[in-house]
Structure formats: C-alpha cells, structure tokens
C-alpha cells in the first residue's frame, strides 16, 4: 500500500508539476494575451492530473516523449536477487521478483500523510465556522434585488435559481454553494451601495455561477491538500484565483454596455477599499484581491475588449488537455531491444519484430527443444543453441505449455525459463543460452493492485510492443507461472508447468 501511495504520488507530483510550470511559463510570456478563462482552463487541467490515481494510456500522450521517465518511478531494488549481467539478455525469472522499498520512503508518507490530514482539519474547521456564521442570514426579497438578479442571469445565460442573504458572517460580497447557489452581502451593503453598484456586483456574483468556480474551489483545494508540500502547488493555486476574477470581471463587462465598465470599475475600487475581504471556505468564491491583482483587473477593465482569437485558445487548451491528461503507452517502445547491452542491428529488430507474432499451441510434456521449434516454425526464425546450453537435464526435462494468442517471444521465454535458459537476439534469429548459476533474469514488478488475488502482482513485461499489462502468478521456480494480459489484438493467457 505504501508503495502504491508513494508510486501515484511521484508521478502526479512530476506530470502535475510539469503541467502547471507550462501554464505558467506560457501566462508569464503572453502577458495578458491569453483571456483569463482559458489561462484558468490550463491551471485546472494541471490541478485535475495532480489528482488523477490513473489515465488511460493513448499514443498521443505526450509523456510517450517521457516514458523512460515515467515508466518506473520507485528506486525500488531487488531483494536475495543478484544483479543482472551485462552480458545476459531478457528471460523471465519462473517467480515474481519481490521488491521492498527503500527506509527513507515509509517516513516520507508518514510524513506526507500528516500534512495532508492538517490541511484537511484545518479546512473542515474553516467550513464549519463559515456555515455557522450564515446561520442568521437572512433571505432578501426585495422586488428591485430579485429583479436584478433575475436580469444578471438571463444576460449570463444563468440557469440555475439564485437565492440573495444578507449576513453579518461575511465582509464583501461572495457566491456560497454550487449545487443551490446563494449571494451573499454584507449586512448594511444594501443601504450603503447603490442599486446600480449592486447590478456590477450581482453580474460578478454570477460569473461565478455561470462558471461552476465554487465546484472548481473544492477540485483545487482538494490537488491543494494532497500536494500542500508542493510550491508550484501554491502558485497555481493563487494564480488560479487570480484569473478567475478576471475572467468573472470579463464575463461581467461582456455583459455590460461600453459606458458602463468604467463604472463598474469604480465599484470594484470601492469595495475592496471600503470591505475587508475574508478568509472563505472552499465552498465559498468572493471579491478577494492583491494590490498587484488589483493593478491588473483595473488595467483590464480600463482596456477591455473582447478576445478575437477565444476559439483558437479554447482549441490550444483542448488539445493540451487531451496530450497530458492521458498516460503513456506501455509497449509502443520495443522494451527487449532496451534489454540487449549492444545496439541493435536492423536484423536483429527484424528478428524481434517477427516474434511479436501472437501463436496458440497446447502441448503437454513435451521437451523444451520441442516447444523452441513449435515458435520457430510459427514465427519463421531460426533457434540455435549455445555450447553447453542443453544439457542432459534440459533434454530430460518435460514442460506442459497453453498459450491463447500470445506473443512468441513470451512462449518462448517463459518456457525456457523453467529450465534456467535465456534467450539472446541476433541477425541469425535467437540464440538460447544457459543462465549461470546462481543468477536469474529480472522481470520489473508494479505493485499489487486491490483486486490482485493473494501470491498474484502486476508486471509490466519487457516484450512485445503492443502488450500493456499482465498479471503473473506462480507457483516458484519449476512449477507453473500462469500469465494473463492483453495486447492489440485482445486478451491472452499463458500457462507454462514444468512437469519433471
């Protein structure tokens, strides 16, 4: 469990992290070019793939270009197991390698899990004393409030009914719950604004609705908690809230005749002098801002003008979602060439392209030779064997195979795994080898998934191309490993025994 907390969390950390440095680094060099609403549709699609537990592998993924980086990013290391040679090429070993991880990492959670649990306290604490501030609210049925309100949201397209409170509990104006949404004024607010001052605010309010940002409040606070260690973290959430005015403040003026915006800037002015802005919950978005925000949503008022170019961003954010919020394919790349120590010759990927053929065969007690023909004479290459590799125990032995569509080099490795043999690649075709003593070739190991059955792991297995996971079970060495996975063409299975 502690590995799989630990695996997610790396590679959300690096692939969040790297999202958000790019929204950043493209908000920084476009200045105010791009509109705020989709500057924060970049940001929440960094925030969603902070916490996304899996993606859906697709080969336009751009972390294809990073799949070295992301395929395993534990130091996990091997236990009782001796290091492969150089010299040796990919077999898999008869059992599932085990795998610990390193000491530092169990502190490390600890540690983690501690943070993640404060910022949760502290945000269950501010929202239960939020919801107890707007006990007293009280409802504003004002015939000239709802009118307004009823205006702001047909000029918004706001579907969704809008109730108006009145409470001591907050200090500026701010939008309260997604589901049944409520603006919230300050007590007073009423009798001290005008009633044109409450159109601008009303219409900002709604922004708030049309855009879902309470919704979207909870996704980032929630990306907030889980990556508080973090500090890209931190500045997209502040950049997030940032944008987010500006984009209500764009809705808002949209809506506006060109007459009329440098009166709402003036309110906007007014209230941030005059109110004192609050610490909200999560379920709470209000009129909050910095002096350097501040600068930027009065420059933006002055010199609104409504974006010419949307529809290209929105297309740009779009596509950036669908390239970063999908994972990498796991066999697009030939991990047995990866394998082999020299590099590899266009015959020798010829030779390994040819044993990504998908055989059925169902052979029972049949000598290891046997079965080496069996894929020999399915794939077209030709098997030889090294000096001193069968030996009168390898002849001797007996080795019962079911395979169901399964790619023959993995025919081919497992079963000459039960004897302690390898394979080597070359421009002839494949070269069957004697693992030395003492030494067995490692298969890398995920860990075990919630369903995984007991004695059963994930593994990724160095092979064919187009193979994305498998479940291995096995029994130890000599005795039966049945493998299931699936491939492009669909699901397979595989059950090799050695019978003596």
Known sequence: MIELLAAWLVSATFKGSLIVAIALLAGFAMRDRIPSRWLCA?????????????????????????????????????????????????????????????????????????????????????????????????????????????????????????????????????????????????????????????????????????????????????????????????????RLAEERELACDALALAALRDHERAAYGSTVLELLDRLRPDALAPAVVGMTTTKRQLHRRIQMIATFRKSRHSLAFGLAVLAIGVVTLTDATAGERRV?????????????????????????????????????????NATGVAIQYADGAVTDDVRAARVSVKAKDVPAHMVLIETLASVNLAVRFNDNGVLIEAIPAGEKMLRRELPPSEEARQGERRVRVAGSGTIRLLNADSNGVGGTIHIKGENGEGPFELEVKRDQ
């Open 42 to 238: 970049l940001l929440l699609v960094a925030v969603i793939r902070l916490l996304l537990p899996v993606a859906p592998p697709a080969p336009f993924s751009a972390f294809n270009l990073l799949r070295d980086a992301t395929m395993s990013p534990l130091p996990y290391r091997i236990v009782e197991r001796p290091p492969v040679p150089r010299t040796a090429t990919f077999a898999a070993a008869p059992a599932p390698v085990l795998v610990e991880s390193p000491r530092w990492m169990i502190p490390l959670v600890a540690l983690w899990l501690a943070g993640v649990l404060a910022f949760a306290v502290r945000v269950c604490v501010r929202t239960f004393t939020f919801r107890r501030r707007l006990r007293h609210a009280r409802v504003i049925t004002d015939p000239e409030v709802v009118r307004l309100v009823d205006e702001g949201r047909d000029a918004l397209r706001v579907h969704r009914s809008v109730r108006v409170l009145e409470s001591s509990g907050v200090s500026t104006p701010a939008l309260h719950g997604w589901l049944q949404p409520a603006l919230l004024l300050p007590d007073g607010f009423l009798s001290t604004f005008s009633a044109e001052q409450l159109r601008y605010v009303v219409l900002h309010e709604l922004a708030h609705v049309r855009r879902s940002d309470v919704l979207v409040n909870w996704i980032v606070t929630a990306a907030h908690a889980l990556h508080w260690f973090n500090p890209l973290v931190h500045l997209a959430v502040a």
């Open 336 to 376: 047995l060439a990866r394998m082999q120590a020299e590099p590899l010759s266009p015959a020798t990927q010829a030779t390994i392209e040819k044993l990504e053929k998908t055989i059925s065969t169902d052979i029972q007690s049949g000598a290891v030779e046997d079965i080496a023909l069996a894929v020999s």
